[in-house]
C-alpha cells in the first residue's frame, strides 16, 4: 500500500486496512485491473472465482460441485463462497487491506462480508463498479475464451445466463453498499491505463476519507 494510504489509513482505522470491491459483470476486466492495483497498493487479492477454479484444479468434492454450476453460468451457493473467503481472511492477518474480486456476488454474501470484516475491526472503505454496454461484454467474454481454457467462457448462452444472475442477483450489491455511500461507479470502456487511472483516484480519495 502506497506510503500516504497508510498513513492516512493507520490514523483513522486501528486495523490500518482499506478494503475495497472491484464490481462489474463478468468481462468488466476486474482481473486486468486488480493485478495492478495489487502491485501499486499492495492488496490482498481475493476472487472466488480464482479460488473456486484452484479447488476444481486439485478436484476437490468442493471443487466438483462447484463445476457443475459454474459451467452453467450459475452461482455457487452462498455459505461455501463465504466460508472460502472467511478462511482467507482469517489466513492473512496483518494486510494493508483486502481487494475483493468477484464477491461478494449477493446480497447475503454483502451481509455475510460486513459481519466478517466487522469480526476484525474493519470494514469496506468502497465498492468501485466498472461500467460496460453487455454487447461489449459478450465480445471480451468470447475473446478471454480463446486463451482462458474456462469452459464457461466459450458459449454465448452460458454468458448470457451469466448476465442474466449478475443483473438479477449481483447488481443488488451495489445497492446495499450505496446506501452507506460507499459505491461508486465509473467507466470501464477505454485503454487500460486510463480505467486504471480512474480506479486509483477513487480509492486515493476515499482512503483519505476513511
Ligand atoms: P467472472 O469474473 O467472469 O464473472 P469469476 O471468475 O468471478 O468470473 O467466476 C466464475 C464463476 O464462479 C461464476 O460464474 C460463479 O459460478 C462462480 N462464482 C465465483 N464467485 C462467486 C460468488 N461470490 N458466489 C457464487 N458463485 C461464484
Redesign the pocket.
Known amino acids: 500500500m502506497s506510503v500516504y494510504l497508510n498513513t492516512v489509513a493507520k490514523e483513522r482505522n486501528p486495523t490500518n486496512m482499506f478494503n475495497l470491491i472491484l464490481f462489474g ?4 476486466g ?2 486486468t485491473q486488480s493485478e495492478k492495483l495489487i502491485a501499486k497498493y499492495g492488496f490482498k487479492h481475493l ?4 479460488l ?2 484452484s479447488e476444481i484444479a486439485r478436484q476437490t468434492a468442493l471443487g466438483m460441485e ?1 463445476k457443475s ?2 459451467d452453467q ?6 455459505a ?2 463465504i466460508g472460502m473467503i472467511s478462511s482467507a481472511i482469517e489466513a492473512n492477518p496483518g494486510v494493508p487491506g483486502f481487494l475483493f ?6 446480497t447475503a ?1 454483502a451481509a455475510a462480508l460486513d459481519k466478517l470484516l466487522a469480526e476484525h475491526g474493519s470494514e469496506i472503505g468502497v465498492l468501485i463498479a466498472l461500467q460496460v454496454p453487455e454487447e461489449e461484454l459478450i465480445e471480451r ?1 468470447l475473446n478471454r475464451a480463446k486463451t482462458s481454457g474456462r469452459s ?2 466459450a458459449d454465448e448462452n452460458v454468458q448470457r445466463n ?1 448476465l442474466a ?2 443483473r438479477r442477483d449481483t447488481l443488488p450489491v451495489s445497492d446495499h453498499y450505496a446506501q452507506f455511500g460507499k459505491s461508486l461507479s465509473i467507466e470501464g470502456v477505454g485503454a487500460i491505463e486510463e480505467i486504471f487511472g480512474r480506479i486509483c483516484q477513487v480509492i486515493d480519495e476515499r482512503s483519505a476519507m476513511s
Open positions: 459483470p463478468p468481462g468488466s476486474k482481473g476472487s472466488t472465482g480464482d473456486l477454479r462447484a454450476l459454474m453460468g450459475q452461482l455457487v451457493p452462498d461455501v463462497v474480486d468477484g464477491f461478494p456476488r449477493t454474501q467474454m464457461d467462457d451469466r444472475v449478475y
